[in-house]
Nanobody
Framework: VVQLVESGGGSVQAGGSLRLSCAASGYTVSSYCMAWFRQAPGKEREKVAI???????TYADSVKGRFTISKDNAKNLLYLQMNSLKHDDTAMYYCAGAQTTYCGGVYNYWGQGTQVTVSS
């Protein structure tokens, strides 16, 4: 059974940093497209960042230059480093994984979500 388990969320002041982690089991991080999503109150779910199996990354305009998606293949972990956090970054953050290396389709596996709250 595939499980994605998130950690690292919390409360932080604007301008601060957090690093989210996603531990995968029954799933090999190095083999597939993975992504971070977020959903804020009153907004649709937003794709924040993707990382391809071989490491190429893409970011939403709203987080470019501030967030970094990465993975540690040896530890089977996915990360999202978030710097210069803004109040508008407040959201529930989810990690997600595809069943293929294709990043433009369905994400089959999802974590439970971890809350990030940024105070002004």
């Amino acid at each position: 059974v595939v499980q994605l388990v998130e950690s690292g969320g919390g409360s932080v002041q604007a301008g601060g940093s957090l690093r989210l982690s996603c531990a995968a089991s029954g799933y090999t991080v190095s083999s597939y497209c993975m992504a971070w999503f977020r959903q804020a109150p009153g907004k649709e779910r937003e794709k924040v960042a993707i990382i391809r199996a071989y490491g190429v990354t893409t970011y939403a305009d709203s987080v470019k230059g501030r967030f970094t998606i990465s993975k540690d293949n040896a530890k089977n972990l996915l990360y999202l480093q978030m710097n210069s956090l803004k109040h508008d970054d407040t959201a529930m953050y989810y990690c997600a994984g595809a069943q293929t290396t294709y990043c433009g389709g369905v994400y089959n596996y999802w974590g439970q979500g971890t809350q990030v709250t940024v105070s002004s």
